[in-house]
């Protein structure tokens, strides 16, 4: 089963509130990454877990947030939405890293902050 | 920087025709190249990978060969079907050392019955 699933597939949010958005994998991988992606735009790498290290992007440093329970959970979290928040998030996860190692997309959560 | 270039759509086809979608990159150093296609409501899955130069990937009937000479990726397909009908997006992966795919644009493909 090389499933991804994330929840919700939907979410309305306020501005200057928070956002938790969840994922899951069953295939024992080590890593877990999240994207956002907006229309017309490629998708952007946010932060990766390697097993229990996160790793997070310059630009998105402040912005999101992340914590790893479990090898199968991950969740992104935003403090307090604003409108530029609004887009579609990929939660993926590989066996590995480095680049080389396909990574498994879930479906996305889209994310509409008003 | 590590960047990717790829056919900017839509791109829409008559089934049986063939398809190119064009892929350049940028890199100073060895990395793997990918293609994942994303159909309506999914998140982007792998179509083919290959890690070396001058080799060739294929399935399901596409095909793409890493030339290093031209740092391309070109996407073909001899006959597209309706159900090809996706967004096609060229990855660069491990690129300058980096654990991030970089991903193009995407080229939305609809191909009509």
């Known amino acids: 089963d090389t499933t991804v699933k994330q929840n919700p597939r939907y979410k309305l949010a306020r501005v200057g509130k928070p956002v938790n958005l969840i994922c899951s994998q069953t295939?024992?991988?080590?890593?877990m990454y999240w994207y956002q992606k907006k229309p017309n735009q490629a998708p952007k790498l946010l932060l990766f877990?390697?097993?229990?290290?996160?790793?997070r992007e310059a630009d998105t440093f402040e912005k999101f947030q992340s914590s790893r329970p479990n090898n199968s959970f991950c969740s992104l979290y935003i403090g307090s939405a604003g409108l530029e928040y609004s887009a579609m998030y990929l939660c993926?996860?590989?066996?590995?890293?480095?680049?080389?190692?396909?990574?498994?997309f879930g479906p996305g959560t889209r994310l509409l902050v008003l | 920087g590590d960047s990717v270039t790829q056919t900017k759509g839509p791109v829409t086809l008559s089934e049986g025709t063939s398809l190119t979608v064009n892929c350049s990159y940028e890199?100073?150093?060895?990395?793997?190249l990918f293609w994942y296609v994303q159909y309506p409501g999914e998140g982007p899955q792998l179509l083919f990978k290959?890690?070396?130069?001058?080799e060739k990937g294929s399935n399901r009937g596409f095909e793409a060969t890493y030339d290093k000479g031209t740092t391309s990726f070109h996407l073909q397909k001899a006959s597209v079907q309706e159900s090809d009908s996706a967004v096609y997006y060229c990855?660069?992966?491990?690129?300058?050392?980096?654990?991030?795919?970089?991903f193009g644009s995407g080229t939305q493909l609809t191909v009509m019955p």
């Open positions: 890199t100073k150093q060895y990395p793997t």
């Open positions: 290959v890690p070396k130069a001058n």
């Open positions: 990855v660069l992966g491990g690129a300058s050392g980096s654990w991030q795919l970089i």
């Open positions: 877990y390697y097993d229990k290290i996160l790793n």
């Open positions: 295939m024992n991988h080590d890593t």
């Open positions: 993926a996860s590989s066996r590995g890293g480095a680049g080389q190692d396909t990574q498994y």
